[in-house]
């Protein structure tokens, strides 16, 4: 049985910085492309980053320099460092694999920048 579950959400001031973290299980981890996606209230879900198998990452424009991902093959977990964060960035985040014909998803973690 796949799953996905993200964790390291929760409430910080702007500014701050948060680590979440996306533990997967039931497929081949190191082959999957990994995704952080992101649901903003009132807005539709949009790609935030993506790691491949080999490790090379690409982000939105509007995240670059701000967030980080990473991935830990010896963990089957890919992590997602977010830095000087805005109250724009309060959203639910979701951990999405790709593997093969497959796409997965996690259940979502809140995010709140606020002061």
């Not at 979440?20 to 879900?45: D, H, I």
């Not at 509007?62 to 830990?72: A, H, N, Q, V």
């Not at 639910?92 to 093969?100: D, F, I, K, S, T």
Request: hydrophobic share 35%.
């Amino acid at each position: 049985q796949v799953q996905l579950v993200e964790s390291g959400g929760g409430l910080v001031q702007p500014g701050g910085s948060l680590r979440l973290s996306c533990a997967a299980s039931g497929f081949t981890f190191s082959s999957a492309v990994m995704r952080w996606y992101r649901r903003a209230p009132g807005k539709e879900r949009e790609l935030v980053a993506v790691i491949d198998a080999s490790g090379h990452t690409n982000y939105v424009d509007s995240m670059k320099g701000r967030f980080t991902i990473s991935r830990d093959n010896a963990k089957n977990t890919v992590y997602l460092q977010m830095n000087s964060l805005k109250p724009e960035d309060t959203a639910v985040y979701y951990c999405n694999a790709l593997h093969l014909v497959y796409t997965y998803w996690g259940q979502g973690t809140q995010v709140t920048v606020s002061s």
